[in-house]
């Protein structure tokens, strides 16, 4: 159930951290990791992340819960492979995309904002899984519920919530 990494967003997400940890491709959340809960716009940093990783030649893959007509509105939009509807956290899913990526699920980030499906799924698929902060608070009543677990699981009320978190202060 442990992140190997926790990131405050994208952005933290460079390519030189892809390279400190041998990794070689991303598999990607939507909802509150890529666009705010039912959003389609980036904010502008993570368009510039997006925008460092097409130079670095990073493969990306979206994998996603979200109905299948808004991921392939954003994949189409942001010209990247994807799948929706994906059951995460079904380790399947996880493998899938990688294998798209032509990598091993040991060679890709799986990165998303949410324990009981990205963190969940990725590690029992073998990926090296990285949990970001939400971008907003607006989520679905199912996903508020789980948050609950999750700050329990975490031991801390609230972001940051993991001991390999370092403190923002
Ligand atoms: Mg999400």
Known sequence: MRPKLCLEGLSALTPEVLVAHGLLGIVLDIDNTLTAHGQYTLSPQVADWLARHRQAGTPLFILSNAPPGRVRRIAQELQLPALGLSRKPLPASF???????????????????????????????????????????????????????????????????????????
Do not use: K
Not at 106 to 113: K, L, P, T, W
Not at 135 to 161: D, Q, V
């Open 95 to 169: 493998r899938r995309a990688a294998q798209a990526l032509g990598l091993g699920p040991e060679q890709v980030a799986a990165v998303g904002d949410q324990l009981f499906t990205d963190v969940l799924g990725g590690n029992v698929a073998g990926c090296f899984t990285v949990l970001v902060r939400p971008i907003s608070r607006r989520e679905r009543l199912h996903t508020r519920l789980l948050r609950l677990l999750e700050r329990y699981i975490l031991g801390e009320p609230g972001w940051p919530h993991y001991p390999v978190m370092p403190p923002r202060e």
